[in-house]
């Protein structure tokens, strides 16, 4: 991963310039440096998808990366989660507060839970898969279910349930493994609307709760704005942080999805992120295809 | 959110009781037809309106049962064939599963072996009869090898593909949590393959019935195979009814137990 950065001459002053921009965070979950990528078309051509691509998440900040499709978000994604290896530039996880090494686990819009395994089982997955499961992890995942409404279904079998439910059966998944950054890929897309408030509001508690940062990357403006802290704006080709909105929401009470939509600023950042993503698309209509 | 459980698991045992009304409904049908049309071939054989020589009657096959089993061979050449179908289907389908699923550790060698695998597919087994007698014999044995070799390539190729078709992003699922490959095999392959070695077993059966009662045609002491050739080159149609019946009964009675094995192991499928 440690792979040293040598981008060209032209892009590193570009890279200089936002490393010291305020996309980059003290005591950071995660850094991403010079981050260089891209891929090879059947005819031959090279082409660019990242090109000096800087910027980290804090502990326990809720970040998002919105965009096009097209943008190369699908690509960021699997580059963070360690699925893709970067050709260039450096994806560090930062270490826990406690010194530990930090772990990353994400979830997308398929649930991936499997029809084989009842609830429980599923939620437990992403320990048994590195180490022998203990009564102790048993407890906290019925624990985690139970807070997520799912006690009466523990022992049943995924097909029983609602999208809902999976998806919250997915999430429990990710958080046992104790990560210290959560990756969400259009995660609640497939949801009817009531139902993906409440998993906003589920996610949105565990910075209380356990501090995790979040990096969550959709195109659903208005779930960017409602979760996060800051909002990154992703654009060109290569693709390049065209924007990014610190969101201070003025909510009446304590931030929820709902009390975040709400908020008399929703509409004005909504407006600066939609323009954005749209100034981008004439801009770059004929780039990326 | 427990109700939408319980109105789930409802609904779930409603379909599951429609559906089985529905197989009374049809199974009485076909039941109707089938009574109905031996009736009218009994009939007709008496009447002489078709030559009971050369198609056999009802009353005919009841005969030849009762004979055979008076005299013990029915049983014999029932559980002759049985013992080498079953045989042949346990080893060549197991091995074929096996093998199939254990190439998921090494891709290269796979796609080599499935190429193989492919080509021993097309063979017609039958044709290897005549070999397979001369290598080992005109006893069971020549059977279930024959049996055997018409299960495993199917079971192989099957089980390669059930297992490179898996979930991409399961694997990445699994793959991110850092799972070894040992344990991506356990947890992931053989469980997700599971559906598709019931199916390809299934198939199997009429595959290694093939190969067994083709394998007495060729040369046998026993065996419902050895019966129907005998019976039909002596014009003793009854008999040869008799030999084919069984062996129907015998395929529903083997794809009756996959079924049962299946809905015991595979349980989340019918589970809700």
Same mark, same amino acid.
């Given at each position: 991963?440690?792979?040293?950065? %040598? ?7 570009? /890279? ?20 260089? @990528?891209?891929?090879?078309?059947? *005819? ?42 970067? !050709? ?20 997308? !819009? ?10 429980? !089982? ?36 995924? !097909? ?19 990560? %210290? ?19 906003? *509001? ?7 709760? /356990? ?34 909105? *610190? ?22 950042? @909504? ?12 801009? @770059? ?5 | ?15 599951? &009781? ?6 009374? +409904? ?16 009994? &009939? ?75 080509? =021993? ?49 399961? =694997? ?17 392959? &053989? ?22 009662? &083709? ?11 050895? +019966? ?13 009814? =008799? ?16 079924? =049962? ?12």
């Amino acid at each position: 991963m440690n792979t040293p950065n %040598t981008p060209d001459s032209t892009i590193s002053s570009e /890279s200089a310039k936002a490393a010291s921009s305020p996309h980059v965070r003290p005591d950071p979950r995660l850094t991403v440096a010079g981050l260089n @990528h891209g891929f090879e078309t059947d *005819d031959g051509v090279r082409t660019a998808l990242f090109s000096g691509l800087n910027f980290s998440v804090g502990a326990g900040e809720i970040v998002s990366i919105v965009g096009r499709s097209g943008a190369g978000k699908s690509t960021l994604f699997n580059l963070v989660s360690g699925l893709l290896s970067p !050709q260039g530039g450096r994806i560090e996880v930062g270490r826990r507060s406690d010194g530990g090494a930090g772990r990353i686990a994400y979830m997308l !819009q398929k649930d991936l839970l499997m029809p084989w395994r009842t609830v429980l !089982q599923n939620a437990l997955l992403g320990i048994e898969l590195y180490r022998k499961v203990t009564r102790h992890d048993i407890a906290r995942a019925r624990e985690m279910l139970a807070r997520y409404g799912l006690t009466s279904v523990v022992d049943a079998y995924p !097909q029983a349930l609602s999208g809902g439910m999976r998806q919250r059966v997915a999430l429990t998944r990710t958080l046992l493994v104790d990560p %210290t950054l959560v990756l969400l890929d259009e995660p609640f897309s497939a949801l009817d609307y009531e139902t993906r408030l409440a998993l906003e *509001d589920d996610v949105m508690a565990l910075r209380q709760s /356990s501090g995790t940062s979040v990096v969550l990357v959709t195109h659903d403006i208005e779930e960017a704005i409602a979760m996060s802290d800051r909002v990154i704006l992703l654009g060109g080709r290569p693709a390049r942080i065209e924007d990014s909105v *610190d969101v201070k929401l003025s909510t009446q009470g304590p931030r929820t999805a709902v009390s975040a939509r709400e908020a008399p600023e929703f509409r004005t950042l @909504h407006k600066r992120i939609w323009g954005g993503l749209r100034s981008n698309t004439i801009h @770059h209509a004929g780039a990326s295809t | 959110m427990s109700d939408a459980v319980m109105s789930a698991q409802a609904a779930g045992r409603r379909m599951r &009781v429609r559906r089985l009304k529905g197989l009374g +409904a049809t199974g009485g049908v076909v039941t109707l037809i089938m009574v109905a049309l031996v009736v009218f071939w009994q &009939v007709a054989a008496q009447r002489a309106w078709i030559n009971g020589q050369l198609f056999g009657s009802p009353l005919g096959i009841y005969k030849a049962a009762a004979i055979g089993l008076a005299q013990g061979t029915l049983i014999t050449d029932t559980l002759t064939t049985l013992y080498e179908t079953v045989l042949g289907l346990v080893i060549g389908s197991g091995l074929g599963i096996g093998l199939g699923l254990l190439l998921w550790f090494v891709p290269r060698v796979a796609g080599v072996t499935e190429g193989f695998a492919v080509i =021993l597919n097309s063979i017609p087994k039958i044709a290897l009869g005549p070999l397979i007698v001369i290598w080992f014999g005109s006893d069971m044995t020549s059977k279930v090898w024959l049996a055997g070799i018409s299960t495993f390539a199917v079971a192989m190729i099957s089980s390669c593909a059930a297992a490179r078709e898996v979930d991409q992003d399961l =694997l990445n699922l699994f793959r991110s949590f850092k799972a070894k490959p040992g344990m991506i095999f356990r947890k992931l392959i &053989v469980p997700g393959a599971l559906p598709w070695i019931f199916s390809t077993l299934r198939v199997n059966i009429g595959f290694a019935l093939i190969g067994a009662v &083709v394998g007495e045609y060729i040369a046998s002491q026993a065996g419902l195979g050895h +019966a129907v050739f005998v019976a039909g080159s002596l014009f003793d149609l009854n008999t040869v009814w =008799l030999g084919i019946i069984i062996l129907t009964l015998m395929a529903t009675l083997l794809s009756w137990i996959v079924q =049962l094995a299946e809905n015991r192991i595979i349980s989340w499928k019918t589970k809700r």
